[in-house]
């Protein structure tokens, strides 16, 4: 089994190596270790840190794309260069790396496709009660989303095997964190989650500039999320808003016209029909976007299949460079 740690970074010169030489190297059951670092248009002195501390690979990115960008980049990378579990960290060394053998544990056993790290919140000194109190709210809304149990959904640190990191596909320019779980449990990949422990932070999160700042993005990617992977219930849902008092005015219509000729209570009638018409629009839409849901899951579908040959080609492909070298030495 070949393990890839991938780090994003941006601007990390400072952690990057602490980082990187926290990485266990020799984990039971697997039988190399290596780390990729994914520079997402850093200005400093990240790359050259990063290969002296020991990273493997460094992917660089043309310019700044986004904490999701970097993320699917390094995952696409990964598994072109043979990886069978993808393990993700942050480049600030928040997340403890000696876990990495217990977040891999449930893949090597077979009981999961992806396993998310739970920190433990309520310990973690640097969060504010507010911040702690989002947390558990954002990972229940992403547990209703998904259907996963996921106590820690914006943690960063995950595993993927092979199959699971070639199925997803991130289109959220923000953060993978909550899209990759809502996508994973819609697809049915299964996932589980593991306790893992954190190091003391040494610096606050670029990711957003404030709480408020937060909620606002977190509740955009999971509408957007939710959008695009259950587009029909979302749009029966917002029909049956419209429809349900459009309904309830033409029943109050029909009463008043029995009994008394409906004088005066045309203007009901008037709005019943505006609400069952957009209704009736939103229950179309809801079609049309479902039939483009399911051509875009054959299209992953594809894409996965490619991303999967590629991997699985790279990884004969690599061993077989390597008994060459070892023969002409």
Not at 92 to 117: F, M, S, T, W
């Amino acid at each position: 089994m070949k393990l890839i740690v991938q780090i994003p970074a941006l601007n990390e010169e400072a952690t990057i190596a602490e980082t990187i030489q926290a990485i266990p190297r020799d984990i039971p059951g697997v039988q190399s270790v290596e780390v990729l670092v994914i520079d997402d248009g850093s200005s400093d002195r990240t790359v050259d840190v990063a290969w002296k501390a020991g990273a493997d690979y460094v992917l660089r990115m043309s310019s700044h794309v986004g904490l999701a960008r970097a993320f699917s980049a390094g995952i696409e990378e990964a598994l072109l260069l043979g990886a069978d579990v993808i393990v993700n960290t942050d480049a600030d060394n928040q997340y403890c790396a000696d876990d990495i053998p217990a977040l891999i544990e449930p893949i090597r056993k077979r009981q999961a496709q992806i396993v998310v790290g739970a920190r433990p919140i309520t310990e973690i000194e640097s969060f504010s009660p507010l911040k702690k109190a989002l947390q558990r709210l954002g990972s229940w809304v992403v547990r209703r989303a998904s259907g996963a149990e996921i106590p820690d959904a914006p943690s960063g640190f995950r595993a993927y095997s092979r199959d699971a990191a070639a199925r997803l596909c991130v289109v959220n320019t923000y953060t993978y964190t909550l899209e990759t779980i809502i996508q994973a449990g819609r697809k049915r990949i299964p996932m589980t989650s593991v306790p893992v422990r954190v190091n003391t932070v040494t610096r606050p999160s670029r990711l957003f500039r404030g709480i408020r700042e937060y909620v606002s993005r977190s509740a955009r990617t999971i509408l957007r999320v939710f959008v695009i992977y259950a587009p029909l219930q979302f749009f029966l849902t917002l029909a049956a808003i419209f429809a349900l008092p459009g309904l309830f005015g033409i029943a109050r219509f029909l009463v008043f016209y029995v009994t008394n000729g409906g004088a005066g209570h045309i203007q009901s009638l008037v709005l019943s029909g505006v609400l069952l018409a957009m209704a009736t629009i939103l229950f179309a839409v809801g079609i049309l976007a479902d039939l483009i849901a399911a051509n875009r899951s054959l299209l992953e579908d594809i894409r996965a299949r490619e991303l999967l040959r590629a991997s699985r080609q790279s990884a004969s492909v690599v061993p077989l460079r390597a008994a060459k070298a070892a023969e002409n030495a």
